[in-house]
């Protein structure tokens, strides 16, 4: 089974930056995607990474200061987050598809099937 790991979050003022890692166990050529959870309301998806890591997508509301990449060779999944707003806190999760070399990049959390625990993000003002 599958098994992922975020770390990296924290407490950070706005306009600050953190980089989150997500560790997986297996599952190295999946597409890979990133969501938050905010109190009282619904996971939201964040940004999706092909297997390779030749192309990406964003939310509307983190497009041009957040930044997802890959490490295949460590088999590991990064959020660079730059500009951070107080709106930006909330729980991250990382996400991995079951599905071998896919090149879509699906918004629906119900597109992923292995999740990590979550690593909570707090942005002051």
């Known amino acids: 089974q599958v098994q992922l790991i975020e770390s990296g979050g924290g407490l950070v003022q706005a306009g600050g930056s953190l980089r989150l890692s997500c560790a997986a166990s297996g599952g190295t050529f999946s597409g890979k995607a990133w969501f938050r959870q905010a109190p009282g309301k619904e996971r939201e998806f964040i940004a999706a990474i092909t297997w390779s890591g030749s192309r990406t997508d964003y939310a509307n509301s983190v497009k041009g200061r957040f930044t997802i990449s890959r490490d295949n060779a460590k088999n590991t999944m990064y959020l660079q987050m730059n500009n951070l707003k107080p709106e930006d806190t909330a729980v991250y999760y990382c996400?991995?598809?079951?599905?071998?070399?896919?090149?879509?990049?699906?918004?629906?959390?119900?597109?992923?099937?292995?999740w990590g625990q979550g690593t909570q993000v707090t942005v002051s003002s």
């Open positions: 996400a991995q598809r079951i599905l071998l070399y896919g090149e879509s990049l699906p918004r629906s959390r119900y597109d992923y099937n292995y």
